[in-house]
């Protein structure tokens, strides 16, 4: 017999709404939120483990700093995210979105991004350690490194002989 609890793990937030909803230092464990709606959602410092994310929707997210550890994210669309800091260890991220997403000094530790789709996204700093990044898509334009002029001023995102090439955040923080 099913408790509450495993219901509630299982199915309580399959295609749940929490559009602009808070969850903030909260800790999930075996939650199952395939085709949840977390569009615009605080999910500030939030911890994921072993959590069924498939085609969920965090688009224009708030994720800083939170993890996801042993995690299926399969075509969930991250576009417009902030992710500041953000930790992904043994996660399957194929085929997920992250166009247009800030992920500065996020990390992707034994990670699969299979067919991610990463146009225009923001990885300075970012970390990608046995992480499989073949066939992504758009990955050349996506933003690695920033280049700086010897005067200071205004950053390139091309290089340009005699600039300093930037591969960490300017303020070296999180």
């Not at 399969?74 to 260890?89: E, H, I, N, W």
Request: glycine share 6%; hydrophobic share 40%; charged share 25%.
């Amino acid at each position: 017999m099913a408790t509450r609890r495993e219901i509630a793990t299982t199915i309580g937030l399959v295609s749940a709404n929490l559009e602009r909803g808070d969850l903030d230092n909260k800790t999930f464990r075996g939650v199952n939120f395939t085709a949840a709606n977390l569009r615009g959602a605080h999910v500030q410092k939030a911890k994921f483990y072993n959590c069924t994310l498939v085609r969920a929707d965090f688009s224009r997210a708030d994720l800083y700093m939170s993890e996801f550890e042993d995690c299926t994210i399969m075509g969930t669309d991250f576009s417009l995210a902030y992710m500041k800091g953000v930790l992904f260890r043994r996660c399957n991220l194929s085929a997920s979105l992250f166009r247009r997403s800030m992920a500065k000094n996020a990390l992707f530790i034994d990670c699969d991004m299979t067919l991610c789709d990463v146009g225009y996204a923001e990885f300075l700093g970012a970390r990608f350690d046995g992480t499989t990044t073949d066939l992504m898509k758009y990955s050349s334009k996506a933003t690695y490194a920033w280049y700086q002029p010897p005067w200071g001023g205004m950053f390139s995102y091309d290089p340009i002989p005699g600039w300093r090439k930037q591969e960490e955040s300017a303020l070296m923080t999180l």
